[in-house]
């Protein structure tokens, strides 16, 4: 069964909108940890933000900000005001302390396109 | 910043042949990874090594595949005897407490 559900393969915005990234997990442990990587192009895995399970505040950081809601099991993620550098694949990725080695069980990417 | 150090950025190896992926981990982090990508698909785990042993592996990782952390500061995936679907982008990764560093990838291609 899959751990990370990303349910949007591709979006394609037009540049300034706001683009929103669904992520749903999936775990039993009460203590866990939820990351967004970004992967541009050149193909690196650019770490976004962790949050543990305890936290539920929201975050901002410039454009990017993430709604956390344990009773959906989802963490979001919104990049305001889209940009052309924002183009990429986006990751949503657990991490599961019970598996005793804290491995990373990544969903399947939403690519995003932002057009000119 | 620490960062996680992968070679080479690119390999090309012929069918068969076997290849060593090097990659130098965040010094006091506990926990080292291997990750795979295929082309346009997602990043799945192979292998995770604590305490200069494998914590648990995937069904991915088979007996084509090994690891290694020969000298406490190099950690090495082997594989045996390359296959064409065994190319793919190839990540290392270190933890500490649940924080995670990624390196940047070896990109290989067997041909």
């Known amino acids: 069964a899959q751990k990370v559900t990303q349910a949007q393969t591709e979006i394609s915005v037009v540049e300034k909108e706001d683009v929103t990234l669904d992520c749903v997990y999936e775990?039993?442990?009460?203590?866990?940890?939820l990351f967004w990587y970004k992967q541009p192009p050149s193909g690196e895995l650019v770490f976004l933000i962790r949050?543990?399970?305890?936290?539920?505040q929201n975050e901002i950081s410039g454009r990017y900000s993430w709604n956390f809601q344990k009773s959906t099991s989802s963490f979001n993620f919104t990049i305001t005001a889209s940009q052309v550098v924002d183009s990429a694949v986006y990751f949503c990725?657990?991490?599961?302390?019970?598996?005793?080695?804290?491995?990373?069980?990544f969903g399947a990417g939403t690519t995003v396109t932002v057009r000119a | 910043e620490p960062e996680v150090t992968q070679t080479p950025s690119h390999q090309v190896t012929q069918m068969g042949q076997e290849v060593i992926l090097r990659c130098v981990p965040i010094s006091n982090h506990l926990y080292f990874y291997w990750y795979r990508q295929i082309l346009g698909q997602k990043v799945e785990f192979l292998v995770s090594f604590y305490n200069n042993e494998i914590s648990e592996k995937s069904e991915i990782f088979d007996d084509q595949f090994s690891v290694e952390r020969p000298d406490g500061s190099n950690f090495t995936l082997k594989i045996r005897s390359t296959k064409l679907e065994d190319s793919a982008m190839y990540f290392c990764a270190s933890s500490i407490a649940g924080g995670y560093t990624f390196g940047s990838g070896t990109r290989l291609t067997v041909v």
């Open positions: 949050r543990n399970s305890f936290d539920e």
């Open positions: 775990t039993r442990d009460t203590t866990y940890y």
């Open positions: 990725a657990l991490s599961e302390p019970s598996s005793n080695d804290y491995k990373l069980s």
